[in-house]
């Protein structure tokens, strides 16, 4: 084989893994459906090695979301529908085709052109294809993660001037949405069977949720994942601080677990200090 450092090297290793004669027994039995969620996957623990700021990881990460498009393509070649040198011709006529700017000879004169004429090329490649959809929304993909998928919807209808001025109104929209999802509760404590209601009012939520941090400039995903952490490191303690007085978390009872939490806060606090 060629240098390890040649793309040509991992593609070739990928043939082989796939090769029927020899290959690998598990890389044989995958199609595209059932590698999608290790695509999946893969993005997000580049997104954890950026956010946690581990570059030899981020390396290794990047290297495994590398070997998913490598994947895809080896068995889409395999049925003649295109290869990885494909792929890469794709994405670089794509990015020559999307940035005028540089490639040609069109003017920008901030980001926020840069962005409009990137969703008027988008809208013109759509076009070309036949599809006729002309909503401010079209393209946004429905396999993205819901949160994503969120803000996606709420920046494109913003750029028609459909969007609150600041923060604070979003604000009032929140309390406004906790209160309905507060009447539904209570509604169901009264026996009523109001399961959609619920769903459908904590997906308000969730939505004013991922809006308020568009606003803050903040990325919900991001936002979310930090929050995770947080949790997972505070129980985990608790979880020690229980086993060091001889108790597991399941034998406290909630005001015990709760004393552990502030506990494990206060720690915090002191540690930072």
Known sequence: MSELTDIQTLLQIMARLRGPQGGCPWDLEQDFASI???????????????DRNDLPDLKDE?????????????????????DFGDVVASISNKMIRRHPHIFADAEVSDSDEVLANWDEIKRSERAAKGEQDGSALAGISRGLPEWLRATKLQSRAARTGFDWPDAVPVLDKLREEIDEVQAEFALAATG???????????GDVLFVCANLARHAKVDSGTALRHANHKFERRFRAMEALAAAQGNAMSQLDLQQQEALWQQVKQQEKDAAK
């Open 36 to 50: 999608a969620p290790y695509t999946v996957e893969e993005a997000y623990e580049v997104a954890d090695a950026i």
């Open 62 to 82: 990047l290297g495994d979301l590398l070997l998913q498009v490598v994947f895809h393509a080896q068995m889409a070649s395999e049925q003649g529908a295109f």
């Open 192 to 202: 009523v069977d109001n399961h959609t209601r619920l769903q459908e009012e904590l």
